[in-house]
DNA sequence: ACAATATAACGTACGTCGTACAGAGTTTCA
DNA sequence: TGAAACTCTGTACGACGTACGTTATATTGT
């Protein structure tokens, strides 16, 4: 269970219901929801139980109707999970920032806090993503990061790319930890306690020299619950170091504000 | 549908099968398969047709044997797909070469290689990772392609997590887009056709002067086929810029070989 | 006032999944 | 020759997304 896959269904209908412009029916029973109310509820499932409990079914029981009551207002669960998704990145705010460095910094943090207000959203596959207002805002905000610092626009593009993919790397790193300790009671610690010497009896130390000293010294390090945002602070000061070393070999290198 | 977690069942069997440290029983029938034998198959299944087409009864058709006959040899697909994991980490090579630059790329290239032969990977949630031995050797290699350059173990950890992760990260657009186009049936260029005139009807594009400028490009080079292996060596010298800065600025430099 | 029509909501049903459970068949040991 | 240990199988349960057909409700045209 649980990767969902986004644009799956009829491209104009989806995109209705992403910009949101359902021309109200002039005949018929009052409609007793919204398209936007089912996604409130879905996200807040999903926000609370994680993608796997998000079923029509459950939807329909939050909102106390049928379960076939939503297909009215949505077409079917995959265009769903599409606004969802859509709806969610326009929590994402401005790129503001005196440098490119700050403003791509910026870009890396606000995913970074996105992703662990809604894990469900890692768990979506955007390879067509979903053209609502947010997910087109949220392209042109992270380009305007980088705008006049001397890149090509392809490289604008790739180096956007680059920040948004580690952020969400790192995002599924910490996410994972935290939902592997809420799925199985067991905290990180607890269970190296339970694998670690059954697995000392197929593992022979000395064959594995390096990982034995560094998985000691990570392990004392990723007890702490401040571990994966320190690997993300790690990470994300070498991308942008890369990036400089990019940015600073060019002719108008520093560029502009 | 299809993420799986890792890391679900008993810790001691789940060992033991990802060690294969089978007693062979003393009584009863001859057994008919062996535990390798339904991973092997589950492997090429999962290739072939994807996890989402991964079921136990898919794998026992495959087999010749009924659904419930594969509980004899794996206490259950969680288990099965950490085994499945482990045993696809073992198709990673020794990461040689004369710097740690060449090292560290070498990892890279061979993760990007890995996730596009088994796709399925980047389905499986990896934050309790099945401990089996290839993928304790994964970790052993990695590390030691940074090993005396100057870093601390913390430090070493954390290269290794940046660079797996990043490599991850372009395979999984990567894999993202050609899975796409083999599921809906049709190309991006196809795809975009149908959005985009649809799409142009809400969206104007002076309200997102640098996304229509940086998408067109973006864009027009994307629907080249090589385009997300691009988008990775761009990203990885990025990355690897970064970590030499790093370096770079240690006592002991570039360290050995 | 009333019939035509469009829409909303619902109940039922199908084929999928993982797997619990009980029983039948097979091999080895006492 | 049992008894015990093991393999294998058939049936069944409750979940899922959603196709389909029906009924209830509101507006429109007469």
Not at 69 to 89: H, N, Q, W
């Amino acid at each position: 269970m649980t990767t969902e896959y986004s644009g799956g269904g009829d491209p104009k209908r989806s995109l209705e219901l992403l910009w949101g412009v359902r021309d109200r029916p002039k005949r018929g029973p009052k409609p007793r929801l919204t398209a936007e109310e089912i996604v409130r509820a879905a996200i807040a499932l999903a926000d609370a139980e994680g993608l796997e409990a998000l079923s029509m079914r459950r939807i329909a029981d939050e909102l106390g109707v049928s379960p076939m009551s939503i297909y009215t207002y949505v077409p079917g669960k995959a265009e769903l999970i599409d606004v969802m998704v859509d709806r969610a990145f326009g929590e994402l705010t401005a790129a503001s920032g005196d440098t490119w460095r700050a403003r791509l910094e910026h870009v890396a943090r606000d995913g970074w806090d996105l992703y662990h207000r809604h894990p469900w959203l890692l768990r979506v596959t955007l390879a067509r993503p979903p053209m609502g207002p947010n997910t087109i805002a949220k392209y042109e905000n992270e380009l305007r990061a980088v705008e006049g610092v001397g890149l090509t626009d392809l490289e604008m593009d790739s180096v956007v790319a680059l920040v948004t993919g580690f952020a969400e790397s790192a995002a599924r790193a910490s996410v994972g930890a935290a939902e592997a300790e809420r799925r199985s009671g067991i905290s990180d610690a607890q269970w190296w306690e339970a694998v670690g010497p059954a697995l000392a009896t197929f593992v022979n130390e000395d064959d594995y020299p390096i990982g034995s000293r560094v998985g000691t010294a990570a392990g004392m390090e990723y007890n702490a619950p401040a571990a994966p945002s320190r690997a993300f602070e790690f990470g994300l000061a070498r991308v942008l170091d890369g990036i400089e070393a990019l940015i600073g070999s060019r002719p108008d290198g520093a560029g502009p504000s």
